[in-house]
């Protein structure tokens, strides 16, 4: 009985361990060279009520080191809703506005 147990214990450890690994190969960080930065640009058009998380997203792997970039976010038209959602990130500093035109 105590056998099944540690076994069982011990198959589970393996099991967690082979997820953990797979996480990491699935998240293996974007590296650049030292003479390189990486930009990700959306461009926006019209009402997009998701910006707000996919900017959060963009940061969040930036911030965990994932993906370290700047983020651009190109207005081609944005409504006023998406475009106050982009300011706001801008004003934080996290991102920057490229108007249309400019």
């Known amino acids: ?16 361990l082979f ?8 998240l293996t960080p974007v590296r650049t060279g030292e003479n390189t930065s990486l930009t990700v640009r959306l461009d ?6 998701l910006l707000e998380s996919t900017l ?7 911030g965990d080191g994932t993906l370290k970039c700047s983020v651009e976010v190109r207005d081609l038209g944005m409504d006023e809703a998406t475009l106050a959602v ?5 004003r ?10 400019n």
């Open 1 to 16: 009985m105590l056998w099944d147990i540690l076994a069982s214990a011990a198959v589970a450890a393996l099991l967690l």
């Open 19 to 26: 997820i953990w690994k797979l996480r990491g190969v699935l």
């Open 44 to 49: 926006v058009n019209g009402p997009e009520p």
């Open 56 to 62: 959060a997203s963009l940061l969040w792997l930036d």
């Open 86 to 90: 982009a300011e706001a990130f801008e």
């Open 92 to 101: 934080e500093g996290r991102i920057s506005i490229v108007r249309e035109g």
